[in-house]
T-cell receptor
């Protein structure tokens, strides 16, 4: 068990570019979550997958954001046409079957800087 | 509305002194409450959680928290702080499939 892995750990991009983050959850975890953390704030929920199904999306997830989990294993979070307001830490978390948000294991996060 | 408030943005404590970090919540039912710690470059680590039962909850690293329904509070305590406890601490409330986090309290430890 290597924990929740996120890649890349840091990404600097110019406004208007697209970026993609990857999350590899703990192998036996079927539930996967994305959160966003901006400077001076706590993490905010973005979206939730159970296996490959995206079951919940926050209003924070604008139409420029898309998340996928095609085979119920790793997940990607893509941001199109990035804006400076997208600069944040993007956190991924996973939890085992039968549990929920009360048994989350978080990754170290992917920090995005939009210039 | 569901919310979590951490009134203290930054706290400095001397090494060996006791610590209390405050957390207040707003929720319409019995809350599930959590404390997480975040160190630079590391993910959020769960310190402890409260679901029901005993209102004094023990966690890892010598931390404990007390749930007080009458005060809508879930304060985190540690009797003797170590330099390695310097980090950011987040209180969180479960709302469905999501956690609602407070803005965090940064703990500095002075020698």
């Amino acid at each position: 068990d290597t924990g929740v892995s996120q890649d890349p750990r840091h990404k600097i991009t110019k406004r208007g570019q697209n970026v993609t983050f990857r999350c590899d959850p703990i192998s036996e975890h079927n539930r996967l979550y994305w959160y966003r953390q901006t400077l001076g704030q706590g993490p905010e929920f973005l979206t939730y997958f159970q296996n490959e199904a995206q079951l919940e999306k926050s209003r924070l997830l604008s139409d420029r954001f898309s998340a996928e989990r095609p085979k119920g294993s790793f997940s990607t979070l893509e941001i199109q046409r990035t804006e400076q307001g997208d600069s944040a830490m993007y956190l991924c978390a996973s939890s085992p079957p039968g549990s929920g948000a009360n048994v989350l294991t978080f990754g170290a996060g992917s920090r995005l800087t939009v210039l | 509305a569901q919310s979590v408030t951490q009134p203290d943005i930054h706290i400095t404590v001397s090494e060996g002194a006791s610590l209390e970090l405050r957390c207040n919540y707003s929720y319409g039912a019995t809350p599930y409450l959590f404390w997480y710690v975040q160190s630079p470059g590391q993910g959020l680590q769960l310190l402890l959680k409260y679901f029901s039962g005993d209102t004094l909850v023990q966690g890892i690293k010598g931390f404990e928290a007390e749930f007080k329904r009458s005060q809508s509070s879930f304060n985190l305590r540690k009797p003797s702080v170590h330099w390695s406890d310097a980090a950011e601490y987040f209180c969180a409330l479960q709302a469905g499939t999501a956690l609602i986090f407070g803005k965090g309290t940064t703990l500095s430890v002075s020698s």
